[in-house]
């Protein structure tokens, strides 16, 4: 019980500092930050796309058929 307690008060510790964080770097930065992550969502996709697609398993599978 204790630890779901402290689980707790550490998320909200940890979201109220990421806000004050946030609001000190002000609007600018957090459009910048935006925009990389959403680069690097769409690249890493792709990444792991082509990796499954080369992966030992997966030519392991398509030598059985």
């Known amino acids: 019980m204790?630890?779901?307690v402290a689980?707790?008060?550490?998320?909200?510790?940890t979201l109220?500092?990421?806000?004050i964080l946030?609001?000190?770097a002000?609007?600018?930065?957090?459009?910048?930050d935006r925009?990389?992550?959403k680069g690097r969502s769409r690249k890493s996709r792709r990444e792991?796309?082509?990796a499954a697609e080369f992966s030992?398993?997966?030519?392991?599978?398509?030598?059985?058929?």
């Open 2 to 4: 204790f630890r779901r």
């Open 48 to 50: 792991e796309l082509i």
């Open 22 to 24: 946030d609001a000190l």
């Open 26 to 32: 002000g609007p600018e930065q957090r459009k910048q």
């Open 56 to 65: 030992p398993a997966d030519r392991f599978a398509r030598d059985l058929h």
């Open 35 to 37: 925009e990389q992550v």
């Open 16 to 19: 109220v500092r990421l806000r």
């Open 7 to 13: 689980d707790a008060l550490d998320y909200i510790v």
